[in-house]
């Protein structure tokens, strides 16, 4: 059924009311999107589901042309160890993120959570934290990664623990973090491409 035709400057699909939880379990939810489709003809209701679950954060942390990578062990990695950049959780819980599904998250409360993250997991402090980019999971789940760049780092105590095996951290050139890349050494598909990316326009 047409609902309306679509005005000159608007796309070809538009939100259409407030997103809906389906089924909500610990980790996110199927979500409901309400949307407007034009299929030619005008738009017409239609309705996206997609698994929604809250954003992480993934921190390029730069010295002297090097990157910082920590060795822990991921129980997706086929229960290996994986060489990977800090980060975690930009918002703790399922509960606190529901404010923001649909929504643009505060670029301050990405930096704030970066920040932790680079302390607990890295055991370093930035002067300057800067967001890079923001890389998206896919059409039908939404699970967003904040790649951060961290610049004049500094080595910091930390002691907290959140039950992360992380039995090792240290600095990698540009040549060697490319080819951790290429020989699998760096298992998150999503963070090969934003290094590579770096690397390419930062060498």
């Not at 954060?57 to 062990?73: G, P, V, Y």
């Not at 509960?95 to 649909?102: D, N, P, V």
């Not at 699970?143 to 080595?155: G, H, V």
């Amino acid at each position: 059924m047409i609902i309306r035709q679509r005005g000159e400057n608007e796309r070809k699909m538009i939100p259409n009311g407030e997103p809906k939880i389906l089924t909500e379990g610990k980790l996110g939810a199927i979500v409901q999107f309400p949307m407007l489709v034009d299929s030619g003809k005008g738009y017409e209701a239609k309705m996206f589901e997609r698994f929604v679950r809250p954003p992480g954060t993934r921190i390029i942390a730069i010295k002297n042309n090097s990157i910082f990578l920590q060795k822990e062990h991921r129980l997706e990695t086929s229960n290996e160890f994986d060489w990977r950049l800090p980060g975690g959780k930009v918002i703790d819980s399922f509960e606190e993120y529901k404010q923001y599904i649909g929504k643009e998250i505060p670029k301050e409360v990405i930096i704030e959570a970066g920040k932790k993250e680079l302390r607990e997991e890295g055991k370093l402090e930035a002067e300057t934290l800067t967001l890079l980019k923001k890389s998206s999971c896919g059409a039908s789940v939404e699970w967003d990664l904040y790649y951060l760049l961290a610049e004049n780092t500094k080595s910091v105590e930390h002691n907290h623990d959140e039950g992360e095996e992380i039995v090792d951290g240290k600095w990698f050139a540009f040549d060697e973090i490319e080819k951790m890349c290429e020989t699998g050494e760096i298992g998150e598909d999503r963070t090969v491409a934003a290094l590579y990316q770096y690397i390419k326009k930062n060498s």
